[in-house]
Nanobody, 116 residues
Framework: QVQLVESGGDLVQPGGSLRLSCAAS????????IGWYRQAPGKQRELVAA???????NYADSVKDRFTISGDNAKDTVYLQMNNLKPEDTAVYYC??????????WGQGTQVTVSS
């Protein structure tokens, strides 16, 4: 399994944008999905967006039309473009690769804070 390193988290004002990156240590093979999760203080970790094997994407209702997940196979990197950020988007964002029966790989997380 690969190792994942997230970057791009920052403090941003409401309405602003950020792009998160998740760099894998190698090619990601035999995955079920590659995605971004987030966890706010006192809340459970939740799915934000994912690329499903085959190319389809899933988004949480709260981020549809604002966030976009994409991947660059040549760079072994997955991105999360976040636009029109809201205070409720504040959380630690984690990159995830799901291998089905073989489990999951997580990154260490990157902090996103949306505040004026």
């Amino acid at each position: 399994q690969v190792q994942l390193v997230e970057s791009g988290g920052d403090l941003v004002q409401p309405g602003g944008s950020l792009r998160l990156s998740c760099a894998a240590s190698g090619s990601i093979l035999r995955y079920n999905s590659i995605g971004w999760y987030r966890q706010a203080p006192g809340k459970q970790r939740e799915l934000v967006a994912a690329i499903i094997r085959g190319g389809s994407t899933n988004y949480a209702d709260s981020v549809k039309d604002r966030f976009t997940i994409s991947g660059d196979n040549a760079k072994d990197t997955v991105y999360l473009q976040m636009n029109n950020l809201k205070p409720e988007d504040t959380a630690v964002y984690y990159c995830n690769v799901n291998y089905g029966f073989y489990g999951n790989t997580w990154g260490q997380g990157t902090q996103v804070t949306v505040s004026s």
